[in-house]
């Protein structure tokens, strides 16, 4: 299986270094040829990593990750080819972040749409996953939590490709949590707003959400 990721941001190189470490090919692309942070990466990434565009990127990979600007999405897609992602999976990791009144952000998408679903739209043939949209980049490979890692929470329309996440994230160190359809992208993207706001709150930035179920002598409420 061939990796290409759109991102040269935090994610992007995370993932990638990800991918690159269990010895998948990789390539990492940016809107430009010869994108610095993508140079720095592959070379970094000697012999499973290389560099390109978003759409080198997007013809490279059998799985696509897309990790950029979570605003720009029909953009990136129509930069990238929707032709190279005919029939593949794409894992959505991307929030759209709206920032037009500072910190802590907002979101550019809300009600009944989401980002996740603004990419499957710009994307029709391809089988759209959202997931890791929900945890800090440096926990996306291989974390160590307190207690065992929770389960990443994913969504999709297409179930074999959530299958395919899911053995994904087991190589990563995730279980997986099924949210049904990619309708659920609306909830998980905001859970980011949620996870800021816990680091706001705490000052710890290593969080991330774990679902729990009650004793089994719990009564169960009305
Ligand atoms: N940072 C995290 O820990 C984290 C965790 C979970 C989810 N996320 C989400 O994951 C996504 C990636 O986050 P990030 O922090 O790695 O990086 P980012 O700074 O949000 O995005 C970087 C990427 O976006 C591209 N980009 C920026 N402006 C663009 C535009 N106008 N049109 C097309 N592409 C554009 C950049 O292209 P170039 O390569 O050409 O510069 C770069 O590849 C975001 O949606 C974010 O909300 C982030």
């Known amino acids: 299986m061939k990796v290409g990721i759109l991102g040269t941001g935090p994610v992007g190189r995370a993932l990638g270094h990800g991918f690159a470490t269990l010895g998948y090919e990789t390539m990492i692309g940016a809107r430009e040829a010869g994108n610095a942070k993508a140079a720095e990466w592959a070379a970094a990434h000697a012999g499973s ?3 390109g565009t978003f759409a080198d ?3 490279f990979g059998d799985v696509i990750v897309v990790a950029t600007l979570g605003t720009v999405l029909p953009e990136v897609a129509a930069a990238a080819g929707p032709q190279n992602f005919a ?13 037009s009144r500072g910190f802590p952000p907002g979101l550019a998408i809300v009600g009944h749409d989401s980002g996740g679903e603004t990419l499957q739209r710009a994307l029709p043939e391809a089988r759209v996953v959202k997931a890791f949209n929900t945890v800090n980049n440096g926990l996306m490979f291989r974390p160590r939590f307190e207690g ?3 389960a990443m929470m994913i969504a999709g329309n297409d179930a074999d490709a ?3 996440v899911s053995r994904i994230l087991a190589e990563f160190g995730w279980p997986a949590l099924d949210l049904g359809t990619l309708v659920s992208a609306r909830w998980l993207e905001a859970m980011c707003i949620a996870w800021v706001m816990v680091g706001i709150t705490t000052g710890k930035w290593d969080h991330a959400f774990k679902v729990v179920n009650a004793a089994s002598d719990t009564p169960s409420g009305e």
């Open 162 to 164: 959530k299958v395919t």
């Open 57 to 59: 990127a997007a013809a």
């Open 87 to 99: 029939g593949k999976v794409v894992i959505d990791t991307t929030n759209p972040l709206d920032m």
């Open 49 to 51: 990593g290389r560099a």
């Open 148 to 150: 065992g890692p929770p």
